[in-house]
């Protein structure tokens, strides 16, 4: 069975500065999709990025980027500029490969604080 | 299009009674999920159709939970003799055929007293 972990409950960042938010997981598949999901306060979860396992290039949407680390079975989210908006909890989330019941398996998530 | 739409938002009962949820997918998507979700807890799978056809159950889902997806449009999720451990926030996803994006609805917040 496939795991999402991401073992800091929370982070705080300052306005305008970077942060980093961590996820590993675990899967004897090769290919797969990984997402960061956010999920504001109204708690509607809305897709951040997402980066398909067979491909080597790290995504990038805007101020949010990933680093993906295949072997290390590593995914993390690096949000540059923080804005306000940003504070959430964020998601990390692995789907199997089309063809199959394309679920999302979450990790626990993290609560992120963004300080005027 | 006003995306998925979760009704109701918010939902007290007495232990023991039954409950139903409603979820309204977006038009085009074929793809239906349901998810529960437990404070700091990320989002459980719990089942899945893909039109009408209810093709996953989780084990989470117990024989007091069942869900349909009539003609293949709206889903309801209904639990029955609800138990204080049902209380939980319970979302609903919809998709076009994989890969594309999940898009999740507002959610139901159940508290079970």
């Known amino acids: 069975a496939q795991t999402v972990t991401q073992s800091q409950p929370e982070m705080s960042v300052q306005e305008a500065e970077t942060v980093t938010l961590s996820c590993t997981y675990d899967t004897s598949e090769s290919d797969y999709y990984l997402f960061w999901y956010k999920q504001p306060p109204s708690r509607q979860m809305i897709l951040v990025i997402r980066?398909?396992?067979?491909?080597?290039q790290n995504a990038t949407e805007n101020r949010f980027s990933v680093n993906f680390q295949k072997a290390a079975k590593s995914f993390s989210l690096k949000i540059s500029d923080s804005q306000l908006g940003d504070a959430a909890m964020y998601f990390c989330?692995?789907?199997?490969?089309?063809?199959?019941?394309?679920?999302?398996?979450f990790g626990k998530g993290i609560t992120l604080s963004v300080r005027p | 299009d006003t995306g998925v739409s979760q009704d109701p938002r918010h939902k007290i009962t007495k232990r023991g009674q039954n409950v139903t949820f409603r979820c309204d997918p977006i038009?085009?998507?074929?793809?239906l999920y349901w998810y529960r979700q437990t404070l700091g807890q990320g989002p459980e799978f719990l089942t899945y159709f893909q039109n009408e056809a209810q093709l996953e159950k989780s084990r989470l889902l117990s024989d007091r939970f069942s869900a349909e997806r009539p003609k293949g449009s709206f889903s309801t999720l209904e639990i029955q003799r609800t138990e204080q451990g049902d209380s939980a926030m319970y979302l609903c996803?919809?998709?076009?055929?994989?890969?594309?994006?999940?898009?999740f609805g507002q959610g139901t917040r159940l508290t079970v007293v």
């Open positions: 980066q398909e396992a067979y491909k080597q």
């Open positions: 038009s085009e998507h074929n793809r």
């Open positions: 989330a692995y789907r199997r490969s089309a063809g199959a019941n394309s679920k999302l398996t």
């Open positions: 996803a919809s998709s076009l055929e994989a890969p594309t994006e999940a898009f």
